[in-house]
């Protein structure tokens, strides 16, 4: 075989794409000559020679190019312990190592002799981090071929800024269609997000997407029950869980209202939600998009119920912090996530996104969907969310239990796939023996297998009040860190939170001197607005998230934000108890003015100091 054919292929496929200044083996940028000056593949400290290499103009970023002429040379698919000249794929990772301290790189990898069997690979090294991720088409799986830099650029960046506007625009959009539903179709709390849920599932369905207009009142009604049957189908899903789903949206066939024509001839109300949900929905539910959108419309439609939604339990996590779960801990493609309190699978969807992008082929994404993602669901309805969730994002929903954490059945399974890390927000102020949210941490921690971790966000009444339950933990796990989070991330629901990390089945004292890490979480840059809630209107979150995690990994003890500290069960669990101000940083100002503020407190009260001396 021949290398240099596989170089043409690719070469030729280049100046196709309108790729210019495209060197070979040796760049003409002097930086890019300077990182690969040392960078040989087989470690000898010569000069790094890709087969390309092309730094586009007016920007940070640079492409390498690797070329093998046998496909079974393409990738060694071991992430630790790359063999550089060997194959194609490490040898472009190789390269990309050496220059993503000043690029963003993106590295290629092609293998093959003709235009059939050409295998291409794509992956982006962001500047100044660790770890590469490989490149994702636009519906989620692996790009295999070459394109565009502007293509490259809108796959690697989805930019931060435009995904928040776009999510603020699901927002009002969800406001509005709850209005429409209330006044025009009448259905329940409940029926709402199913009813969105089920019209996303239909229109996965290209015969029932392509057709729905030809078809109004109940005929369309039927055609959408029908899709999301066969959709359901389609997935594998076990025949008792599939019987409940299908049950659970029984309710659109037969729904007095939906199906009603509009007034002066207008369409049915099921027709105009079915039109507005495709033109304004569609495109977030993919693997492109982390952020649970059904979740969204459940907590969206939560907030018009009567009653006390945090009575019920509910009390969904926001997606930045779902997203933080996933980087608190290294999920890898082989990783086993739980979520024994699963809801919308707003934890898993994040630790599929976060899995997914560190897969190195079609293989690796199969494996994270089919095997890697595992959780549970008391509430019928919920567990139907949760697992079209996990459907429209392309399987992963046949390991969703339906049924109670606690069930022996469920976890014997659970603790046969000797699963890595538990992502978990409990139901919170549950009332009866056994359902209190350190239960269902202590419950949890025990499918895990030794060493796994859990983390869970909970109440900050947990960390700081006496419980049997905490002497149960720490005689066999240990709590490797508690964060206090900011009073109103569950906005509007007052819930004031902290996040718990505990090791499973190391008991807490199995170090003598063991110390717990403690963070004071409070600040997350987020705001509240009347018409988007809290959301990160200034762009502080990056990073804002980024010092969390480095404090936290490096276990950093930082004056007025962290500390570490030896506890016991019945200690309180929380920062602010063992915190000490940092009286350095106080300036003469700082003191003056305290006490003019003092002063007119007095002023405007002076009533209550009467008699003071």
């Not at 043409?8 to 690969?36: A, C, M, P």
């Not at 963070?519 to 990073?543: C, H, L, P, Q, T």
Request: with cysteine; proline share 3%; net charge negative.
């Amino acid at each position: 075989m021949n290398e240099r054919i596989t170089e043409d292929l690719i070469k030729s496929r280049l100046k196709e794409l309108g790729y210019k200044n495209i060197d070979e083996q040796k760049s003409t940028n002097k930086k890019v000559q300077e990182l690969l000056k040392t960078a040989s593949k087989n470690g000898s400290g010569s000069v790094g020679r890709p087969e390309f290499i092309i730094v586009e103009k007016n920007s940070d970023y640079v492409i390498v190019v690797e070329c093998k002429p046998d496909t079974k040379f393409h990738d060694s698919e071991n992430q630790t312990n790359r063999q550089a000249v060997k194959y194609a794929v490490d040898g472009a990772l190789h390269y990309a190592s050496k220059l993503k301290d000043f690029f963003n790189v993106i590295a290629i990898a092609a293998s093959g002799q003709n235009e059939e069997e050409l295998i291409i690979s794509n992956y982006f090294w962001k500047k100044g981090t660790e770890e590469c991720s490989v490149i994702l088409d636009k519906k989620g799986s692996c790009l295999s071929s070459i394109v565009d830099f502007k293509d490259y650029k809108k796959l690697i960046e989805r930019d931060i800024a435009e995904e928040e506007l776009s999510f603020n625009k699901l927002i009002e959009f969800s406001r509005k269609i709850h209005e429409y539903m209330y006044a025009n179709a009448k259905l329940s709390e409940a029926e709402k997000p199913l009813l969105v849920s089920g019209i996303l599932i239909a229109l996965n369905n290209q015969g029932f997407k392509n057709s729905y207009k030809n078809y109004e009142g109940n005929p369309l009604a039927i055609q959408l029950t029908t899709a999301i049957q066969t959709e359901l189908k389609s997935a594998n899903i076990p025949d008792q869980k599939l019987s409940n789903m299908i049950h659970t949206y029984s309710f659109i066939s037969n729904h007095p209202n939906l199906s009603v024509e509009g007034i002066n001839g207008d369409y049915s109300p099921l027709r105009h939600i079915i039109d507005k949900i495709k033109e304004n929905v569609s495109q977030y539910i993919t693997s492109e998009h982390n952020y649970d959108a059904i979740g969204h419309f459940y907590g969206e439609f939560l907030k018009y119920t009567g009653g006390d939604k945090k009575g019920l339990g509910i009390v969904l996590t926001p997606r930045h912090i779902t997203n933080l779960f996933s980087e608190l801990v290294t999920l890898t493609p082989n990783t086993k996530v739980l979520d024994t309190c699963a809801g919308t699978a707003g934890f898993l969807i994040s630790a599929m996104s976060k899995m997914t992008s560190k897969a190195t082929g079609e293989d690796d994404i199969i494996n994270i969907k089919k095997n890697c993602l595992y959780g549970v669901e008391l509430q019928p309805n919920m567990y139907t969310l949760a697992c079209a969730n996990m459907i429209l994002r392309g399987d992963g929903q046949a390991n969703i239990y339906q049924g109670s954490c606690f069930d022996e059945s469920i976890t014997k399974e659970l603790k046969e796939k000797e699963i890595d890390y538990a992502f978990i927000n409990p139901p919170y102020s549950q009332k009866g023996v056994g359902l209190h949210e350190l239960d269902f941490i202590y419950h949890t921690l025990n499918i895990l297998k030794p060493g796994g971790k859990l983390i869970t966000i909970v109440p900050m009444s947990c960390a700081i009040q006496i419980h049997k339950t905490k002497e149960k933990l720490f005689k066999k796990h240990r709590l490797e860190a508690v964060m206090s989070m900011p009073d109103e991330l569950f906005y509007p629901v007052g819930t004031v939170t902290c996040i718990m990390v505990f090791e499973a089945h190391i008991p807490h004292d199995t170090e003598e001197d063991y110390k717990t890490w403690f963070g004071y979480w409070k600040k997350d840059g987020y705001v509240k607005s009347k018409k988007f809630g809290r959301s990160d209107m200034n762009n502080e979150w990056d990073a804002i998230k980024k010092s969390w995690l480095e404090a936290y990994r490096n276990k950093e003890t930082i004056p007025e934000l962290s500390i570490k500290v030896k506890v016991e069960a019945n200690d309180e669990w929380c920062a602010e108890a063992y915190l000490e101000t940092d009286y350095s940083t106080l300036a003469e100002e700082d003191f003056l003015a305290e006490v003019k503020k003092y002063a007119l407190f007095k002023l405007a009260n002076a009533e209550l100091f009467e008699g003071e001396v």
